[in-house]
């Protein structure tokens, strides 16, 4: 039987592992970046338009994204973001990423609060927005 140490190595590197893989929020200033956990899976839509910044937190064509796993922010003064395998944009950049709407508003519909999403906490005033969670940039093509 494993010692008692070997255990608590295990369970750690279980658990710090999972949790690298865990969605995050980045705050560039005053704009949440929200990234999304390691997917297992996802949608495929695309979803397109100019980087912008969407209630507060960093979107396009007036959606919040939860940008894909992996994407970092590279400038905050510049509000810039690189997506991997696909480049770095900066507000007002077109950019477009593949996966599906998790959160659409009606005009009927009260705000909600705030909202999960790809393993991270979409802030009120972002989900007071339609929501968009991306799986993967998709390159601009020339």
Do not use: N
């Not at 010692?3 to 005053?30: F, T």
């Not at 003064?77 to 997506?83: C, F, G, Q, R, V």
């Amino acid at each position: 039987m494993p010692s008692r140490r070997v255990r608590v190595v295990a369970c750690l590197v279980i658990c710090l592992g999972l949790a690298g893989c865990a969605g995050k929020v980045i705050v560039a200033g005053e704009v949440s970046v929200l990234v999304s956990e390691r997917p297992s899976g996802g949608m495929d839509a695309l979803k397109s338009g100019p980087l912008e910044v969407v209630g507060g937190c960093l979107g396009s064509g007036g959606s919040v994204i939860v940008w894909p796993y992996g994407t970092k922010v590279v400038d905050e003064d510049a509000l810039t973001i690189e997506i991997p395998d696909t480049g770095t944009f900066t507000l007002g950049d077109q950019v477009q990423v593949g996966g599906g709407f998790v959160l659409e508003h009606t005009s009927e519909e009260q705000p909600l609060g705030s909202f999960e999403a790809g393993g991270v906490t979409v802030p009120r005033a972002c989900a007071e927005h339609d929501v968009f969670l991306a799986f993967t940039g998709v390159p601009a093509t020339s």
